[in-house]
């Protein structure tokens, strides 16, 4: 591969993980304590993550238990997972948070599959996008530094075996990812 286009293939790998940290917040019926990454609580004026602050635990498969390091944090952590979009209700004991998982419908299912296909095909999107400024960037620099045709040539095929690289890893995410939806 042409070091002239590594910049391209990181732009196309921030892609594929910004795609796997969006199929991480996906609930799929499981716990999975990446639904938690995004919320922040006020921890003495400081918006921190939630597990800065508590110990996150799976202790059965559709549980989350939230175990705070201070019992003052209790109800901050209580409220940021209630002003959430997770649409999971805490209960808490005073010193834990229990967050359940309730089963997902078949219809549920279907839906969180169709919208994991959609990020998937934004995903690709993008890296075609970048593929594209790639190749823009190959014709423009042949042009000014008097590169050959055939060097050229060469790094386009090079910029599109990157692409077709990258977008058969975007479907093995998309497909991993509907598996686990869709098993029950």
Known sequence: MDSRLNPFQDKMEKTLNNLEEEYAGIRAGRANPHILDKLRVD???????????????????????????????????????????????????????????????????KDLAKDIKKKGEEAKVAVRNIRRDAIDSIKKTGKEEGISEDEIKGLEDDAQKLTDKFVAKVDAAVDAKCKEILTV
């Open 43 to 109: 921890y003495y004026g400081t918006p921190s993550p939630i597990q800065s602050v508590a110990n996150v635990s799976v202790p059965e498969p559709r549980m989350i238990q939230i175990q705070p390091w201070e019992a003052s944090m209790v109800k901050e952590i209580e409220k940021a997972i209630n002003c959430s979009d997770i649409g999971i209700n805490p209960t808490n004991d005073g010193k834990l948070i229990r967050l359940v998982f309730p089963e997902l419908t078949e219809e549920r299912r």
